[in-house]
C-alpha cells in the first residue's frame, strides 16, 4: 500500500506555524504534493527535512511554487510545460512557473508510480488577460496529459487545478456562474481529462454523489463552518493506477482554527 495526498499549503511556512508537522505525523503519508509553497529551496529542504524533495519555485518571489516530497527514492523528476506565459501588456513579469512538477517515485517491487504536483491558474473572469493565460496553461497541462495517458504509465495528477467541475462541487454554484473556477470552458477541460483521456477523478469516484466534500474554503467570513466551500483538488488518476486505488479521504480539519490552510488535503491509498 501505497499512501498519496495532495494539499495547497498556502505557503509552506505558514502551514508548519499552524502545525502542518502534526497533520503530517498523524496521517503519515508516503507521498506529498505541495502546490503554493511560497518558499526558497533552503527553507523547504530545511522544513521538509528527512524526504526525498524536488522543488520548483516560481520565478517571482512568493508566488505560486510546486513540489513532491517523498518517503520514497525518486528516480527521475522533470519541472514545467514549456514557454512561460506573461499577463498581456501590463507589465506583470511571467507566472508560468512553480506550477508543474513530476516526479518518478521507486516502488518497493522495482516498478515506478508517476506523481505531479499541479498549480493551476485561478484566473479572474473580469480580467481577460489572466483568463487567456489559464486556458493557455490548461493547454499544455492537457497536452502532458494526453501524452502521461498515452503511454501506460502508472500516474497521478495531484493538486490545486482550480476548477470546479460540477455543481455538486461548488456550494454556491448558482452565484458563481460567471466567476472564475466555474467556467464552462475552464470545466470543458476537466471533461476532456476524464471523458476523452480516461483520467479517473478519484475524489468523486470515492465521494459519493456530493454536494462535496469540498477541499477549499475561504479564510474569510464563516465560509468552513458553513461548509461553503469548492472542490478543487484533485487526485486525477490514468486508467493504470487508477484500478489501484482503494480509498481517498478530504482532511477536513476539525475546525477552523485548526487548519493548516485554507485547503484540505486529499489523501489517496494505493494497492501497489
Not at 460540477?166 to 456550494?171: A, G, R, S, T, Y
Amino acid at each position: 500500500m501505497i499512501t498519496i495526498a495532495t494539499v495547497n499549503v498556502n505557503g509552506i511556512r505558514a502551514a508548519f506555524k499552524r502545525d502542518m508537522a502534526g497533520w503530517l505525523a498523524t496521517r503519515n503519508p508516503d507521498v506529498v504534493l505541495l502546490q503554493e509553497v511560497r518558499a526558497p529551496e533552503e527553507i523547504v529542504q530545511d522544513l521538509l527535512d528527512g524526504w526525498h524533495v524536488v522543488h520548483v519555485p516560481c520565478e517571482i518571489k512568493g508566488r505560486a511554487g510546486v513540489a513532491v516530497a517523498s518517503r520514497l527514492p525518486i528516480a527521475a523528476a522533470r519541472r514545467d510545460l514549456g514557454d512561460l506565459v506573461a499577463f498581456g501588456d501590463d507589465g506583470e513579469p511571467p507566472v508560468d512557473t512553480g506550477r508543474w512538477v513530476e516526479a518518478d517515485v521507486a516502488l518497493p517491487d522495482g516498478g515506478t508510480v508517476t506523481v505531479i504536483s499541479a498549480y493551476l491558474h485561478s484566473g479572474t473572469a473580469t480580467k481577460p488577460e489572466t483568463m487567456d493565460a489559464k486556458y493557455a496553461h490548461l493547454d499544455r497541462v492537457t497536452a502532458r496529459m494526453r501524452e502521461l495517458a498515452a503511454d501506460g504509465r502508472r500516474a497521478v495528477v495531484g493538486g490545486d487545478v482550480n476548477i470546479a467541475h460540477h455543481e455538486v462541487d461548488i456550494k454556491n454554484w448558482k452565484g458563481n456562474k460567471s466567476s472564475a473556477g466555474f467556467l464552462p470552458a475552464e470545466r470543458a477541460y476537466l471533461d476532456t481529462w476524464i471523458d476523452e483521456l480516461g483520467y479517473a477523478d478519484l475524489g468523486r469516484r470515492f465521494g459519493g454523489d456530493g454536494p462535496g466534500p469540498y477541499s477549499w474554503w475561504s479564510f474569510r467570513g464563516q465560509a468552513f463552518d458553513n461548509d461553503a466551500g469548492w472542490r478543487i483538488d484533485y487526485q486525477l488518476a490514468t486508467p493504470a493506477l487508477a484500478e489501484a486505488a482503494v480509498s481517498v479521504e478530504v482532511d477536513r480539519a476539525t475546525s477552523y482554527d485548526t487548519r493548516f490552510s485554507d485547503h484540505a488535503p486529499v489523501v489517496a491509498v494505493y494497492d501497489l
